[in-house]
């Protein structure tokens, strides 16, 4: 594979696969997603059908988040030397200015000259800012003060602080993806609970069976969460469903 010959228009280094390496991630301005090994700069893996046009200023609970020309995020996660979208929203109409993910499972959106607040799994719009001009949302903080939960936001020329209250986050299955015979399960977590995969081959079975030598999922964070069914891709076709344990 020959390295990306564009220059870099936005980068990440990062641990991606847990291995304790950090990963370096180039995406050029031709929308190449490009990985190097971080120690030896050896490439990894490119992929030239992403389309994105810069990611997000900070990293996502399963991976990378990219935007593209068109208001899309796309999720990605990485496997094997490769990021792996799993899931796209479509959060504008136009193209998007900010996007962030929070530790509290929130995506914070600057999109149209105001920043929007969207709890995961992203659909709904629970908070917005007043119009604040351009590239809004850039980069984005958080702060408690005084019992008050607060967050500060770029602009194209000024620093702007909200009081916000964060939203209920809800239990859900957000994306179900195949990668070879593993099926990843998405899903919507909340910080300190216990979470357990569920599985039926086929919808007329009466009940919903544990997943064989799939471990309990103890969520240290909210937000996105994955469990990884290997070989289920074999089964032909399953469905699945995530109970929160008490």
């Known amino acids: 594979m020959a390295p990306p010959s564009k220059l870099p228009r936005d980068w990440w280094c990062r641990t991606f696969d847990g291995d304790g390496n950090k990963e370096i991630t180039v995406l050029t301005s031709t929308g190449r997603l490009a990985t190097f090994d971080g120690p030896s700069r050896e490439l990894r893996s490119i992929r030239t059908d992403t389309n994105l046009k810069l990611l997000s200023n900070s990293p996502g609970s399963l991976g990378l988040i990219g935007r593209d020309a068109h208001g899309g995020a796309r999720f990605f996660t990485y496997r094997e030397h490769n990021h792996l979208e799993i899931f796209r929203r479509y959060l504008a109409a136009g193209p998007l200015s900010g996007l962030n993910e929070t530790p509290d499972g929130m995506l914070w959106v600057g999109a149209g000259g105001v920043l929007t607040l969207r709890p995961s799994p992203y659909r709904e719009i629970a908070w917005q800012s007043a119009p604040a001009g351009l590239k809004v949302g850039r980069y984005v903080a958080l702060q408690n003060r005084d019992g008050q939960e607060c967050v500060f936001m770029s602009t194209s020329h000024s620093i702007e602080g909200y009081v916000y209250s964060s939203p209920e986050l809800a239990l859900e299955v957000i994306a179900v993806t195949k990668d070879d015979n593993d099926m990843l399960v998405t899903f919507t977590s909340i910080a300190g ?37 290997p070989d289920a891709g074999k089964l032909g076709k399953a469905f699945y469903r995530v109970r929160r344990l008490p």
Do not use: I, Y
């Open 193 to 229: 609970g216990t979470f357990r995969l569920k599985r039926k081959l086929n919808m007329v079975e009466p009940g919903w069976q544990s997943v064989p030598g799939v471990a309990d999922l103890v969520a240290s964070r909210s937000g996105l969460a994955m469990f990884v069914d």
